[in-house]
């Protein structure tokens, strides 16, 4: 069986990733891991827009940073794709937008569907 990936949103950022922006977010997700709904791992996919992939076993959630825009997608294995409720995704997109404000990339939730 594959896996079942559905873009979930894009939030607009105010500028692009910076390796600075890139060690606060790791450390904010280390920092604040107890603040999420399950245990979270995350890692850097490097590239010309770098992603960011947050694990909550058995979901992948990927946050592609382009230059104004980040775009949220989740990942499961097409028996666990009932875990992508909209309550979870709003959730997750909580958390990421507060990853983002701590950043200095957004200064308010402005995720769009």
């Known amino acids: 069986m594959s896996d079942v990936t559905e873009k979930l949103y894009d939030i607009p950022i105010d500028s692009p990733l910076t390796e600075a922006r890139r060690e606060t977010i790791s450390k904010f997700i280390v920092e604040n891991a107890h603040r999420f709904p399950m245990p979270i791992e995350h890692s850097w996919v490097d590239g010309a827009e770098p992603t960011l992939n947050l694990v909550t076993k058995p979901v992948t959630w990927t946050a592609c940073f382009h230059h104004r825009s980040v775009e949220v997608s989740g990942m499961a294995p097409r028996w666990a794709s009932m875990f992508l409720t909209k309550k979870l995704r709003e959730e ?10 701590h950043a200095g990339f957004v200064t308010t939730g402005t995720a769009q569907a």
């Open 92 to 101: 997750v997109r909580g958390h990421i937008e507060s990853i983002l404000q």
